[in-house]
């Protein structure tokens, strides 16, 4: 019996469905990004906020961002944020526009990818799930370097996959461009990277073209050597920063170590997830029930074609990219450095849903009842997701106090006021922890002058005549009241409540010393 074309969801619109699921994804991709995107995430992280200062010093100055552990050796994020932060000033919303725009050209770059290599259906539904599950979306928000990531995996997969196809001169200089930014997007970009150059060496070496040298291949190589040449010098000028990479990766001590990184790092798609809040929500895993079980069947699927070259390369790419979560002890499981991964996962499990309709279809390759049963039950399904993704997101993990906290909200809503109100007449401290000191720095101009202590420098602090008012955080609250009272007598102690659930988020003291 001859095999029945399958046809992908919605092919109803005939010569239009490509471009009309293509812009249909897009579409719900953005919106998903930058739906309430001034208000969510709720503050701004102090990671981001020091990615913002570089930034800040790169549109102001020109002042090149190094290698260090504070943009996560990954200067290409650096750069990307400059554009909306020289645009947009030192704002909150200046350092989310970029990371939401990046996750939505991702689900472009996966679409393009994935029909590349598996066709129109797998295309749509890989797309469809990157656009809406909340593991993409958090980080499409977040702020943090991982944003770059699910794009740089699909956009590197499908370039390459260009120029091997077409060999051209135009194919060629666009690969070369992209191992460029890879090698300037850290330790995850790195292994992009170089997953992808050993991978072309091989295919091209057993084909006997690896030594040929032509015009589109020197192209190549150029643009790959501008990239390594760029890398070099940022390794040379930051090697203080780099010897703290080890630590900064937080590698697995102890083969017992690494064994349970592995097993609770594969178990959070469908167990328990990331339980960081700037990842995940509440534990919950990377993957809804659907998803997660077809990542399953679509992991199965490529294991058992291992003989098409299309597999092999897939679980190659999900097996390497997969390691910086995988070997690393800092908050495992660790999403947000799997995040290079996401994209090869939703389309295995797109390739999972794919083949479940091809049994169906097989079963019932005559009955068009029966065949309209199937593909609805799984149009429902995604439905479903999409549903799952916005309520999880802007719902459950918008409206919990540990997404505020983990946001630094005390801080920012500290920096907020600073930034709002008049210059002080007298001196004005702000109390708060150290590694939140640079959500402080990023949002209050040099106009409005402060001075960022920590409760345990009160101790020291010059006893002088003058105004002062201290806006204490709420972590420092307890240490500081106590040295002020001490120090500063008779002043006036006020709670600033939180926006979101009323309690008490940071404080001021406001004295004058005669």
Known sequence: MATQKITPPFAWLGAHTTIVSLIGTVGIAAFFRFLNIDTLPPALYAGSAVIGLQAAALADSFTLPGLTAANGFAPLFVWLQALPVKLLGHTELALKLMPALLGTLAVVATWLWARSWFGLRAAWLAAFLLAVTPWAVTLSRSGIEAAVYPLLTPLTLYVATRAWQQRTLGTHIALGLVLAANLLAGPVGWLIAATTVITGAIFLLRSNKLFVLDKPRLALLGGLAVGLGAVSYLFATSWSSLKSLPVVIGLAGSISALAS???????????????????????????????????????????????DRRYRVLLAFFIVLMLPALITTVGAPNAGRAAAALPVILTMSAIGVSYMLELWYRTFPINSAARAVGQGAILMLLALTLFQGFTQYFRAWANTADTWAAYNEATTRVARQ?????????????????????????????????????????????????QYTFLITRSQKDETVKQLKLKFPGGKLQSILSDFDRTEVYYTYEVTKK
């Open 261 to 307: 990184n592995i097993v609770t790092t594969l178990l959070m798609f469908h167990s328990r997830g990331d339980e960081n809040f700037r990842h995940n929500f509440a534990s919950q895993p990377m993957l809804n029930a659907f998803v997660g079980l077809m990542f399953v069947a679509g992991l199965l699927v490529s294991i058992s074609r291992l003989r």
């Open 418 to 466: 600073m930034a709002a109100a008049k210059p002080p007449t007298g001196t004005r401290y702000v109390v708060a922890p150290a590694p939140e000191h640079p959500i402080v720095q990023y949002l209050v101009p040099p106009t409005k002058p402060y001075k960022l202590v920590e409760a345990k420098d009160l101790a020291g602090l010059p006893i002088t005549p003058g």
